[in-house]
């Protein structure tokens, strides 16, 4: 029997429907290795181990309760969160640390300082190292340990679902912080059954679709879009820890080729991962004309990653009309805007001198002395229910097309405000024209109804009052210098004497710095910047491998970058300040 999830105001309700009447059917599929099956669940099967561990949460916190997630991606991190929707608890996704040096637990220290959670749900093997992580850590010190992975299957009997009211708080996603420290985006069910039909519509998702993701569990764009729009949909969804990825990327369109998938996607830096380290004898058996709908929803999406990508895997059968950039975030559970299905990237070129101040004119490329361009991608409409106006940031009045101002977003997929943090819920969701608008920070224009997002306005360098975008000054530097890493690259805002100016960061790797002059490298990155956006990086710092600040999603956190150096944090090994270099070692 064919379900109707638009009727539904929880998806408790809906995959305990999806049990009863579809038991057999196959819901997710796991590659514990990155490549073979290693767990299968039907929605049966997984009603019954959610219920179980719900059982076991309902014996230990009331409704209401925050529950911390700790596992890697994989099959008791769903069925642990699905447990906590099902027990009426409060899921907050989050991931282990590394290690249990205290620098590693900086972010958990402050989830778990905000969301007080009454329970940390891991697998048994992670138990001990959270236990004795405990002890160090205060903000965690009481809160009972729960591995999820020993609950015995028969509790699942006598327990009966939660029925969650809609404007029920279901769980707390913390924002990357990115330009900030974490706040708690407060989801509710009916947030999430929003947001679900707000992706159903973007991607018109069909009954033969098959979702492929690697993305992590923890973050909003796999948590919501890549494990529930599958659950929601009642279609497979395929799924791979993001360290498999990360360590041979090919995983990926492996698993697409071989699963048949037809959705998948991921941020900016995968694709770009793909078209670069990908070896192409991988492509020989490779099949990925299955793949229909290639989302990309990070910040920012680069026309050239993107052209780069289907270049490459134009010989496994990718066809470029898949690729779908989409804009979307957190504080509106996931996607905002996206195009038609089946129509491509479409990017635009623009005079990127009006951009900086304010104005979205059409490049002249080709002209003499005519300024330099660049493309933005088109990042499409609203989806219904939902709408998106560009406001001046200064006065929130909306800005007509092609005036750069700041994205805001009104619908029912925006989230209920930050948790415990009125200041910054009425500084982020306020009331206009009866409505509650989210504020979103991002900047951006609408043209004929499309959106482009040119940056955030919190990263803005403005330099004598001309506005500089970040990202343009990072892809000049990675574009014009092989030894810099690509993807680690960060410029921002450095005070000098009073007048703000450009710095930027790269870094390099180990093998190239013993081949390199860092000062006359520092010199040329300087002057790039300045031949390609009219003033100099009057700071250049040369870093080792893994010394940019990223958040767990790979966003640069670029206000983190700044206050490190600030700090003389920053493993440098070699700093260049206009007028005068000089060279650590």
């Known amino acids: 029997m064919t379900l109707d999830p638009s009727q539904y105001t929880n998806i408790v309700e809906l995959l ?12 997710l599929t796991f590659l514990g290795d990155g490549e073979n099956v290693t767990r299968t669940f039907t929605y049966g099967s997984l009603h019954q181990h959610v219920r179980a561990v719900g059982a076991r949460l309902a014996e230990r916190a009331a409704p209401g309760d925050r529950a911390l997630l700790l596992f890697p991606n994989g099959p008791d991190y769903v069925v642990s969160f699905l447990a906590c929707l099902y027990s009426g608890l409060i899921a907050v996704p989050a991931y282990p640390p590394p290690s249990n040096a205290l620098q590693h637990w900086s972010r958990l220290v402050s989830i778990a300082k905000d969301a007080a959670p009454r329970l940390v749900l891991t697998e048994s093997a992670l138990l001990p190292a959270i236990t004795a992580a405990q002890g160090m850590v205060p903000e965690l010190a009481g809160v009972q340990g729960l ?5 015995d299957l028969s509790l699942a009997d006598a327990f009966q679902p939660a029925r969650p009211r809609p404007e029920a708080v279901a769980l707390l996603q913390y924002t990357s912080g990115s330009t900030a420290a974490p706040k708690g985006v407060m989801v509710s069910h009916a947030n999430i059954m929003a947001g679900e039909r707000a992706i159903e519509a973007a991607f018109s998702m069909q009954a033969d679709d098959v979702v492929v993701s690697w993305l992590p569990l923890f973050h909003d764009m796999g948590l ?14 395929v799924l791979l820890a993001p360290q498999h990825f990360m360590e041979r990327p090919e995983r990926w369109l492996q698993a697409i080729a071989r699963h048949r998938g037809t959705v998948s996607g991921a941020p900016d830096f995968a694709y770009r991962l793909c078209a670069l380290r990908v070896d192409p004898r991988v492509l020989e058996g490779l099949d990925l004309s299955t793949w229909r709908l290639a989302f990309c929803g990070a910040e920012p999406i680069r026309h050239e990653t993107l052209s780069a990508f289907s270049d490459k895997f134009a010989a496994a059968g990718f066809d470029p009309g898949a690729l779908y950039p989409c804009y979307g975030l957190a504080e509106s559970t996931l996607i905002v805007t996206g195009g038609r299905r089946g129509e491509g990237a479409r990017a635009t070129r623009f005079d990127q001198r009006a951009l900086g101040e304010g104005r979205a004119v059409a490049s002249e490329a080709g002209r003499p002395g005519a300024a330099p361009d660049q493309a933005l991608i088109n990042c499409g409409r609203p989806q219904p229910e939902h709408d998106v106006v560009v406001a001046s940031v200064d006065t929130g009045e909306r800005l007509d097309d092609g005036q750069v101002g700041e994205i805001r977003v009104a619908g029912p997929s925006v989230a209920q405000g930050y948790w415990s943090n009125p200041d910054a819920t009425a500084q982020t969701f306020v009331a206009s024209r009866g409505r509650t608008w989210l504020r979103t920070g991002d900047l951006g224009f609408s043209r004929d109804g499309d959106l482009f997002v040119t940056g955030r306005h919190k990263d803005l360098i403005i330099v004598r009052g001309h506005n500089l975008y970040p990202q343009d ?4 530097v990675e574009d014009g210098f092989d030894v810099v890493r690509k993807g680690r690259t960060i410029a921002f805002a450095w005070d000098e004497g009073g007048e703000e100016s450009i710095a930027v960061a790269a870094e390099v790797n180990p093998r190239v710095q013993k081949l390199i002059e860092p000062e006359a490298v520092c010199r040329s990155i300087s002057e790039r910047v300045a031949a390609a956006h009219g003033e100099p990086a009057r700071l250049v710092l040369l870093l080792n491998p893994g010394a940019v600040p990223i958040t767990s999603s ?21 700093v260049f300040e206009l007028p005068a270099p000089r060279v650590k070692g």
């Open 16 to 27: 305990s429907d999806r049990a009863a009447r579809q038991p057999e059917r196959t819901a």
């Open 147 to 151: 591995a999820t992975d020993e609950v």
């Open 224 to 237: 919501i879009g890549t494990l529930l729009q599958p659950l929601y949909f009642g279609i497979p969804g």
């Open 473 to 476: 000054i990072e892809r000049s």
């Open 554 to 574: 790979g966003k640069l956190m670029r206000v983190a970058c700044r206050k490190a150096w600030q700090k003389k944090k920053l493993d440098t090994f070699a």
